[in-house]
């Protein structure tokens, strides 16, 4: 299953709306097959890995990730095809929540007389899809915060200049990212201060389709987000109102898309259903300070991956700006965190506890009407 995961890590951020799925067909303790979700999510892993076992697959174990699909798409269903194939046993990590399969795979393998395991490495499986599983179940991707802040939690000095907070080691952790996600997005604020590519600069790299939240159209269409060549579109959220004068003002190359207001500048919430809409499962928001505290206060972001570079500027701009927890008891909780060295700098990881935030923020609306 590790194998079968490390197969399927290969391509997240490629397969979407799909899931990231990797399969093996063991047949005397031998592999005799190899897949992985090609790119678009077309064809399967399983497609892939039969294929390559050919006559072999006959009275052999698959390993997937993945619950195979039950229902009939573009292409007939995984179950269907491991089933013909003559597969004597199937070991899989996670159910699959797609209304259309939801263990609906399993039961057309056991139907068929199929020894079928379910559960092996499943966090690790379930972690890996968590944005095509959010998408599926909230109907929002999977969100992702990363700041790279200095020991005293500034993103950039008080004159705006953050090139560079963190060590060239994080920084390249964060391409790695960016091609694993299918978006990345950012606030007007960080668009006008550093200009930048949001590209994933990696040999081999992919780069994730560019939000940028700026309501009033702030942001100088020169910017490079907004000219430079990359096979990934950029998208430009800005109020309704705005919407025909964005397309005049950013060209054909930028997606405009208009949003409702809320009390914090765009609806952020409606964003995140328009990337689910439009099949982005995982997403990373990448500053600044405002939009950060906006998305942290509608409940939209799930992980926080903060690098603390150690310098200390003692002004600055503060990492998170206007969430304005009056007391320690109304701090956004962070649990399972890790910390791990990179670079000259530390990763802290953790994910944010929807639950007790709400009950914590009940009625506290200087921190979020919305949460
Ligand atoms: N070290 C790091 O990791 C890092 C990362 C990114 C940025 N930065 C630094 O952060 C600074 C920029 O941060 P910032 O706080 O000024 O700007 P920001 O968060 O990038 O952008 C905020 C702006 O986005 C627009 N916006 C629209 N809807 C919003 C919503 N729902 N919530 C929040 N904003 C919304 C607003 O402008 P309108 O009202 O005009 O729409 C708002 O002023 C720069 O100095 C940059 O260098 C550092």
């Known amino acids: 299953m590790r194998e079968a995961l490390a197969l399927a890590r290969e391509m997240l951020g490629l397969t979407s709306p799909n899931p990231a799925v990797g399969c093996l067909i063991v047949r005397d303790g031998r592999v005799v097959g190899r897949g992985a979700t090609a790119r678009g999510g077309r064809?399967?892993?399983?497609?892939?890995?039969?294929?390559?076992?050919?006559?072999?697959?006959?009275?052999?174990?698959?390993?997937?990730?993945?619950?195979?699909?039950?229902?009939?798409?573009?292409?007939?269903?995984?179950?269907?095809?491991?089933?013909?194939?003559?597969?004597?046993?199937?070991?899989?990590?996670?159910?699959?929540?797609?209304?259309?399969?939801?263990?609906?795979?399993?039961?057309?393998?056991?139907?068929?007389?199929?020894?079928?395991?379910?559960?092996?490495?499943?966090?690790?499986?379930?972690?890996?899809?968590?944005?095509?599983?959010?998408?599926?179940?909230?109907?929002?991707?999977?969100?992702?915060?990363?700041?790279?802040?200095?020991?005293?939690?500034?993103?950039?000095?008080?004159?705006?200049?953050s090139h560079w907070v963190s060590s060239p080691a994080s920084r390249r952790l964060v391409h790695q990212w960016r091609r694993e996600c299918d978006a990345v997005i950012v606030g007007a604020g960080t668009v006008i201060a550093d200009n930048p590519r949001l590209t994933c600069r990696l040999p081999g790299g992919r780069d994730p389709l560019r939000v940028v939240v700026d309501s009033r159209l702030r942001c100088p269409p020169e910017q490079r987000v907004f000219r430079q060549r990359s096979a990934a579109p950029t998208l430009l959220a800005t109020a309704a109102e705005h919407v025909r004068r964005a397309q005049r003002r950013y060209g054909e190359r930028t997606t405009i898309v208009g949003l409702p207001r809320s009390s914090r500048g765009l609806d952020l919430k409606r964003l995140m259903r328009e990337l689910a809409r439009r099949g982005v499962c995982r997403v990373m928001f990448e500053g600044g300070a405002h939009l950060a505290a906006s998305a942290l206060a509608a409940g939209i972001i799930d992980r926080v991956a903060f690098f603390l570079a150690p310098k200390i500027l003692g002004s600055g701009m503060p990492a998170v700006d206007g969430l304005s927890a009056a007391t320690m008891r109304r701090a956004l909780p962070v649990a399972a965190t890790t910390a791990q060295a990179v670079g000259d700098d530390w990763l802290i990881q953790g994910d944010i506890v929807t639950d007790r935030r709400r009950s914590a923020f009940a009625g506290d609306r200087s921190v979020s009407a919305s949460a």
């Open 43 to 161: 064809p399967h892993a399983e497609t892939q890995a039969l294929a390559e076992a050919g006559e072999h697959a006959r009275g052999a174990t698959a390993i997937v990730s993945f619950e195979p699909c039950a229902h009939q798409g573009q292409t007939p269903p995984c179950a269907r095809a491991l089933i013909e194939a003559g597969i004597a046993r199937v070991v899989i990590g996670c159910t699959d929540p797609y209304p259309a399969v939801r263990g609906r795979g399993i039961a057309m393998l056991r139907r068929a007389g199929i020894e079928t395991v379910v559960g092996v490495l499943e966090q690790d499986c379930r972690r890996l899809n968590e944005g095509f599983i959010m998408r599926v179940t909230r109907g929002r991707p999977f969100a992702l915060l990363k700041l790279a802040m200095t020991l005293d939690g500034r993103i950039a000095a008080a004159n705006g200049d």
